[in-house]
């Protein structure tokens, strides 16, 4: 069922294993809730056995405490007594879907507006909230959490919201980061450190990408691609790419920012962004992605123009319904 907030402790009570994950190339907010609710529940529960595992997680967020004790080999001994799944739906999970499958318990947290029914017996699923993490420090337990928490669920919100600038940033949202940067860690040097700051072969992609960008639909739209042979060349990878997207949507003019990475052959990965009233999260939806209205992705088969092409004509009938709700 879906759910408002819940005691989570309680719903731990018994769990002498818990197993904590996210979704597929964890990004800022899924690596922010995953390691607060790892620490959390290491703090407030000593007596339980928590595991985290995730896919190969960037190394900017290793200024988290626990960055390390991050499993990437999801190995389990056992049944799992509860499985708490954070930012997605399980068929997102990737290699911990399995996991999930057998698992006892299961519970959901997230604000991804493609996860509308959740997928456990408890489902805390608030579509529109800025993150996961500000949802995940709703639950918590204030006297469990110390200056570390809430670092790491400061990442996660300052990640979703692009540094508190999308409009997914709510008054409470600000009421949570003003509570937060009260426990004293040094906020300013983590916006920089992950967020800002970049390797020399991470700002020549991005000075690729942006050279080799197209404009189009009168100036609307704009679409960059980087093939593997490219991301090859840099020995990249997909976390070397971040921010590109996002850089692209802010040229003057522009409603929708389309970027993607060749994955394979005729396979590429893509993320959309949007300015104002194209809702990106339908865009990915219909290619059986998902997200936020704008903020969004997908995996899509087919050359650069097939891709470019599908995505465009589903853009195009939001900007068609937009010019005809003016007049």
Known sequence: MIMGKFNLLEECNGAKNIFISGHVRPDGDCIGSCLAMYMYLKNALPEAEVKLSLEEPAEIFSCIKCFDEIDRTYAVDGNIDLFIALDCEKSRLGKAEEIFD???????????????????????????????????????????????????????????????????????????????????????????????????????LLGRALLESIVFMNGKCIVSAIDKKTLDFYNAASKDLEGIVNQLRITKGVECAIFMYETGNLEYKVSLRSCRYVDVSKVAAFFGGGGHVRAAGCNMNGTFYDVVNNISKRIELQMIEHEGSKK
Request: aromatic content about 14%.
């Open 102 to 204: 057998n698992a006892k318990k299961h519970i959901n947290i997230d604000h991804h507006v493609s996860n509308e029914r959740g997928c456990g017996e408890i489902n805390y699923v608030v579509p529109g909230f800025s993150s996961t993490a500000e949802l995940v420090y709703g639950i918590f337990d204030k006297q469990y959490v110390d200056a570390e928490i809430a670092k790491a669920v400061y990442i996660g919100i300052a990640h979703d919201t692009g540094i508190f600038r999308y409009s997914n940033t709510s008054p409470e949202t600000l009421r949570v980061v003003a509570e937060l940067i009260e426990y004293g860690f040094d906020f300013p040097a983590i916006i920089d450190e992950t967020f800002y700051e970049k390797t020399y072969a991470q700002n020549q």
